[in-house]
């Protein structure tokens, strides 16, 4: 069996947060949430993770702001923006979303099935930025 996967959930609301948690309930996996930027920015200065999902719409720092960050600090980390916005889920929105920094987009609602295969697309694609420096 691979290495525990340590995820971190950008995620505002409390029903979204608990029902990533359940999903994450299995082993192999360890799941840190955040209920906005300020305490996952708090989350990655003393914890290590190899994925974040990321909500857009947030209060405080928003996804697009997330991303950046994130990427600036940690660019081999994995991050995947997940959002109920049309936006994002269109040609523009990856575009954008790839830009800043994330390696995939999740539309809401999503599945548990969807939710693990974005997990494995992300990590597939930072695999060769981090393998080579």
Known sequence: MPAIRSI?????????????QAFFQIPGYRIVCAAD??????????????VVLTDLMMPGHNGWEM???????HPTLAIILVSGSLFCSSAEGMAKARALGAA?????????AQLFAAIDRA???????????
């Not at 971190?8 to 990533?20: F, N, S």
């Not at 995939?104 to 548990?112: A, I, M, N």
Request: aromatic share 4%; proline share 7%.
């Open 8 to 20: 971190l959930a950008i995620e505002d609301d409390p029903i979204i947060r608990a029902l990533l």
């Open 37 to 50: 930027g300020t305490e996952a920015l708090g989350h990655l200065s003393t914890d290590t993770f190899d």
């Open 67 to 73: 991303i950046a960050l994130i990427h600036e600090r």
């Open 104 to 112: 995939d987009v999740l539309p809401k609602p999503f599945s548990r």
């Open 123 to 133: 990590l597939d694609q930072v695999a060769p930025a981090s393998a080579g420096g």
